[in-house]
Each structure stands twice: as structure tokens, then as C-alpha cells.
């Protein structure tokens, strides 16, 4: 194990792990760690994946009026449905139904689970993705799923932030793809050499089929000059970890932004 893992996992010190208050609470801290660190980095564009309600691309705009915001979500019963409650447009948030994926497709499936273990899963929800569960692994509530296969249009993120529009931009992103992340980022490593942070959801258990697993993730990335510097604990093998651009750790703000985080953690357990 690196150091920099070795070192993120001893903040578990910080939560109460054996409540599920304490796990969600560790993520309560990286989300506010998250939104500290783009109070200096003052990205031109933000980008969320796997919006579903885009409540972080609907936090930020709050936050920093004068960035883009750009949301994308796959799930067509969740865009419909989201759209109907938020007037996207209205608060200048440009939230797409597009899956983002390693090639410009034009369209690629999106698994929609409708039955679980026999009983009718509503299509509106956070955990359907590109890809079907991994059965052998799966909670007892995951298994025996039926699936509805939608055709959804698909574009990688190079693509779609092409040079013309977005040739000066600097960015960070919010990524929770449910295990699609081979998929999200393999098509984005143009957008990624000009991203200064984001925050992405990974395993460390494969709970989808043919998935990159937390260690697939830290490899990539790295590649990438990304640097990790904090996670949560919100469930047992499947966290949320914040990774930065060395550039980012060096500005003094970054030293504030932690400090806050550690008050935070360090006064509430």
C-alpha cells in the first residue's frame, strides 16, 4: 500500500465507523472539503457526472455565479423526472441526458433496474449505470435483477468540451457513475490534464460487472499528475476520495481548507 493511501486511511480515526451517522458524517466533512478547495481553485467550468438531481452542479452555482456548470445524466427517467422539479435553464446549469463514455458511440446501453429480488424497483434512482451488477458479489437486495435496457446517446468528454469552446477553460468535477468510471474517464484525458480537482466514487469490491475497482481509479489518475488528499467512509467498500493537481496542494489556501477540515472532523466524531 503507497503512503498517500496508507495516510488517507488513518482519518478514519476521526468518525465513529461503527454508527451510520459517523459514516455519513464522513462524507458530510469531504463534501464541505470539496467546496473550501474550489473557493481558491475558481475553475472556469464545472462538471458533474452521474448528475441524477445535479444537486452539486445546483450548490455550485450558487457558489460561484460566474463559472459554467455542466451536468450529464444517463438515466432518462431521471432526467425526465428532474427536469420536471428544476428549472435547469432558469439558474444557468446546462444538464444533459447524455451518458459520458470512452467513445463518441452516438448511443450506448444504460441498464435500468425494475426488479429486485421480485420486488419493483422505481426507475428514478441513483444507483442504475452502463453497466449490470456483479451477482456474485451483490447484497441480498441486488440479486436476481431484471433490467430494462435503454438506448441512450453517448459522447466522451473530449468531445464534447471541444478546443473551440473550451480550448482556455480549467475545470473540476463531481464524478458518481455507478462503477462506469473505465468508461467516464478513459474518453476525458484531455478535459483531465486541465482539471485541477474533482471527487469520484470508488469500490474497492467489484459491485458491477467489469468495473475499475478503487486501485484501477488511483492508477489512472496518478498517470494523470492527480494527487489524493482526502476520502470519507460512508460505507465499508465504497467511498468518495478527493484528488488535486500538486499545484493545487502548494497554494496557501489549500493549507486553510484542510485545517477546516480537521477542526470539523476533530470536534464532532
Known sequence: MNSNRSSL??????????TSEGRLYSHRALTDLF????????????????????HFSRTIRHLHPSSRVIAFEANPYNYKHFTSEHDFAGINVEYHHLAVSSADHGTISFQVQRKRSGQDASPVKGDDSLLKRNVSD?????????????????????????????????????????????????????TLSRTRSLIVEVEEKPH?????????????L?????????????????????????????HFGFNQ?????FERTGNKR
Do not use: C
Open 9 to 18: 486511511l488513518s482519518t478514519a480515526a476521526l468518525f465513529d465507523l461503527t
Open 35 to 54: 467546496y473550501d478547495i474550489q473557493g481558491f481553485v475558481r475553475p472556469k467550468t464545472f462538471l458533474e457526472f452521474g448528475a441524477f438531481d445535479a
Open 138 to 190: 451483490a447484497h441480498e437486495s441486488y440479486r436476481d435483477v431484471e433490467y430494462e435496457t435503454v438506448s441512450v446517446d453517448a459522447v466522451t468528454l473530449d468531445g464534447f468540451l471541444n478546443d473551440a469552446q473550451f480550448g482556455m477553460d480549467d475545470f473540476s468535477a463531481w464524478i458518481d457513475v455507478e462503477g462506469a468510471l473505465k468508461q467516464a474517464l478513459s474518453g476525458a484525458t484531455r
Open 208 to 220: 458491477w460487472s467489469a468495473q475499475w475497482l478503487a486501485s484501477d481509479v488511483d492508477e489512472f
Open 222 to 250: 496518478s498517470s494523470l499528475g492527480f494527487v489524493p488528499v482526502a476520502r470519507d467512509f460512508e460505507f465499508e467498500h465504497q467511498y468518495n476520495i478527493i484528488y488535486v493537481k500538486p499545484e493545487v496542494t502548494r
Open 257 to 261: 481548507s484542510m485545517v477546516k477540515y
